[in-house]
């Protein structure tokens, strides 16, 4: 494994605010260092360059001064070299004995001095023909050139300081470097201590996530002020919540009262056979009422069953509807004329069936039909009447299922269509049995194949429902 990958092995391994802080630190002190760079090689490029020009030009003056010296030997005047001097600039000229004959500034370090202090390896802002001497706290430069006439050659040593703060600038640099850790570690501290801060969320995130059980959903992340991504994701995740812990409660709510339901029926049916059980089969009579009371609760939980199937179907999206274009008028004629002959207790009537094409599941149609149609008998005292129509009208279809029953109070009429909800009321048909999810799956079919329910009814007098169905195209 390389190093590279060890270190991102290791890397992987540390937290996030761990990581944040290494990230910025990295980005922190690469910053740090380049502006360091940058400033040091301004402050000697301003120190080097200008010592080296004056230099430089001091050089090219001084040779005009020789060439004029050439035309005229006899004009020799010292001055004339002072003058070719740029400001700042030392000359010295030494002949071939070693004897120092001009020297236009005479406390200047000696040339013996210079030797000494020569630097070996001068730095890189230097330029390569001129040497560098440190003396004392200064740093000096110098350049020289030979003159030979008549066979004497003397040689011209050309001084500059590049700086006298020597010792000022190398205190500068450690206190800036002392600086930089500083900053760095302060980076590192505070950038730590603030990712800490600003992951938080998470981490209680974390902690309740840990905590959520099936049985235990209540908690929800604390919500900061802040408009942030942390913020939103706390309440993406607490809305999550809200709708699992509602999905749950729903499903446990649906669970207890679909028990309690099959309680009732099943309490009978035991009921009946303990009585069988204790005073014999011996009456034929007795017994035979007994059975078709137990073979009616066995048939109220069979239907009970198969709607709690149904609606479990469709909480799992895995009820089918086999959709086709349908005649309802053949429908409703089909359903209506089975149920005249079974229904002989009311006045069951077909007012009005106008030809309807539908596109929808057969088989749910029909289901929903039923079960509108049995509530209406349900609820309605015998010799009361029941009327259906069939009409069209421009690209809507109305089917209206009207009885002349008990009526539902303008409060219950919303929750008709709950699960389980029943009416509770003493002034109900007495043999009306049922357990409250008819009406439920009714809307299930409707809401699926787009059919919209109207309810319209008056206590005591009746109820229609109207449907108003889309037209196939
Ligand atoms: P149930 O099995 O109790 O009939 P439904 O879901 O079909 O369940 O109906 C829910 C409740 O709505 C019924 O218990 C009844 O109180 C009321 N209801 C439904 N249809 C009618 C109607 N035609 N007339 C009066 N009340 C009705």
């Not at 206190?175 to 590192?188: E, N, Q």
Request: charged share 25%.
């Amino acid at each position: 494994m390389s190093v590279i990958d060890k270190i991102k092995r290791k890397v992987n391994g540390f937290e996030i605010s761990t990581k944040i802080t290494l990230g910025y630190a990295a980005c922190f002190v690469t910053l740090l260092a380049v502006i360091n760079l940058a400033m040091w090689l301004g402050v000697m490029s301003a120190l080097y360059v200008p010592a080296e020009r004056t230099i430089t030009r001091s050089m090219e003056h001084i040779e005009k001064v020789f060439a004029a010296l050439e035309m005229n030997y006899m004009s020799f005047d010292p001055n004339a070299f002072r003058g070719a001097l740029v400001a700042g600039v030392v000359l010295r000229a030494v002949d071939e004995r070693g004897e120092v004959f001009i020297d236009t500034d005479e406390n200047y370090p000696s040339n013996e001095m210079f030797e000494a202090g020569l630097l070996k390896n001068p730095p890189i802002f230097a330029n390569a023909d001129f040497d560098v001497a440190k003396i004392g706290s200064a740093l000096i430069y110098r350049n020289e050139m030979d003159y030979t006439h008549d066979g004497e050659t003397v040689t011209l040593y050309f001084f500059r300081t590049i700086t006298s703060e020597l010792i000022l600038l190398e205190n500068l640099e450690k206190s800036l470097l002392m600086l930089d850790v500083l900053g760095v570690l302060l980076a590192i501290g505070l950038g730590y201590a603030l990712s800490r801060k600003i992951l938080t969320p998470i981490k209680t995130m974390n902690e309740l996530a840990r905590e959520i059980a099936f049985e235990k959903m209540g908690g929800r992340i604390p919500l900061g002020t802040a408009d942030d991504e942390l913020n939103e994701l706390a309440k993406t995740l607490n809305e999550m919540l809200d709708r699992l812990q509602g999905g749950i409660s729903k499903q446990q709510k649906f669970v207890s009262d679909a028990s309690h339901e099959l309680r009732t029926p099943a309490a009978v049916i035991k009921g009946y056979i303990d009585f069988i059980e204790t005073y014999g089969t011996a009456d034929e009579a007795l017994l035979k009422e007994n059975l078709k009371v137990i073979g009616s609760e066995a048939q109220n939980m069979q239907a009970l069953l198969e709607n709690l199937l149904f609606l479990s179907r469709t909480d799992q999206h895995r009820q089918k509807l086999n959709k086709k274009i349908l005649d309802l008028d053949d429908i409703v004629g089909d359903v209506m004329s089975k149920m005249k002959t079974v229904v002989k207790t009311h006045k069951v009537e077909l007012v009005k069936n106008m030809p309807a094409k539908i596109f929808g599941d057969e088989t749910t149609i029909r289901q929903m039909m039923r079960i509108f149609l049995d509530n209406a008998v349900k609820y309605t005292p015998e010799g009361g009447s029941i009327k259906v129509s069939l009409a069209v009208y421009g690209e809507e279809i109305l089917l209206s299922i009207s009885d002349s029953g008990i009526g539902i109070a303008p409060e219950n009429q919303k929750k008709i269509f709950s699960r389980f909800f029943r009416v509770d009321s003493e002034d109900l048909v007495s043999e009306a049995n049922g357990s409250g999810l008819g009406l439920s799956i009714a809307k299930w079919i409707a809401d699926n194949h787009e059919i919209k329910i109207f309810v319209a009814s008056a206590l005591g007098k009746g109820t229609t429902f109207t449907l108003r169905i889309p037209k196939a195209n």
